[in-house]
């Protein structure tokens, strides 16, 4: 199989660059800068064992590769505000032999949040959601760290729709040898529910900064309780506390220090939008169709667009200030219950 890995970022070079190493082959594709960078220079990828520059291909669309090959395995790992155009220019892609990339290759959705999937699968007969627990850096264009160890990261794996098949399993085999834990699950977007309650503090991280903070942990479990309301109200199931520690504890251990998340950098390197839409936003989204307040994740999901938008520096605002607003949002949800 060869892995095309549309969006080299943090999480998709770390991915790439690892497969790479094992002796998969793997084309990078990316924009801008960043893209530049790894043409001219190649991939500087730092993980817990050294930094070692990789010399792949890259490209900046699909024509650039002609044809697709039929054992293609396509890995969707751009920010979900960014999965829309990404899938329509792939899924439009030839593929030797007759039919799109659309129709007949496996696309695998490796991002935060669960929006990506049902996109995908709007457009893609095969799509395969991916819990991504792969902490990685990239504020650089063409360097990436991923420094987690013994693993670089744990991907839980399975197909969206729910259940395995040989291709996912295949692929699974690939990251394990690449460095990763990539256990295939027959209900991948229960840990994908799960993975999207943590990730409703990276709007909290990017606006007040990515230090250790009580008052920080305070206002996420106020999201995150707001979060799993919904979930009940909608029906949803996730993974429970026990079940990811498991999965993971003793075998992703990251070094010690402070470092922003996935909306931190996206503010840090300017990009001009964060993925909170489709993480606080998601719990918006839940709570209005189902009747439950959320207050707090409609402030996070507002400020954190507001410093995208207005292109301010991650952590510019107190936690006193964001706090005090979640405060006024709440009381109004309560006036108006």
Known sequence: ??????????????????????????????????????????????????????RLPV???????????????????????????????????????GGTAAQRLPLLCAQNGVESERLALRRFARVYGVCVWLPSTFLEPGAVSALCAPLTGILHLGRAAGGADSRIRAVAADLAGAGFGAPVVEDVMRWKYAKLLGNLGNAIQATTGPEPDPAKAALLLRAVREGKAAFEAAGIGYATEAEQSEARDGKVDQPAGVRGGSSWQSLARGTGSVE?????????????????????????????????????????????????????????????A
């Not at 699909?62 to 220019?89: F, H, N, S, Y």
Request: zero cysteines.
């Open 1 to 54: 199989m060869r892995y095309i890995i549309i969006g080299a970022g943090a999480v998709g070079a770390a991915i790439g660059g690892r497969l790479a190493e094992s002796g998969q082959e793997v084309v990078l594709a990316a924009r801008g800068a960043h893209a530049e960078a790894l043409k001219s220079d190649g991939l500087r990828l730092t993980t817990a064992d050294g930094t070692r520059v990789h």
């Open 59 to 97: 490209v900046t669309a699909p024509a650039e590769l002609g044809e697709l090959r039929p054992d293609d395995v396509l890995l969707l790992t751009v920010k979900t505000q960014d999965a829309i155009a990404a899938l329509d220019a792939w899924g439009d892609a030839e593929v030797a032999g």
């Open 276 to 336: 909170a839409d489709y993480l606080n936003g998601e719990i918006s989204l839940l709570g209005r169709l189902h009747g439950v307040p959320t207050p707090v994740n409609d402030v996070l999901r507002h400020a954190a667009n507001i410093f995208a938008r207005e292109g301010l520096p991650p952590g510019a605002m107190s936690i006193a200030d964001l706090t005090a607003l979640a405060d006024e949002a709440t009381a109004r949800a309560g006036s108006q």
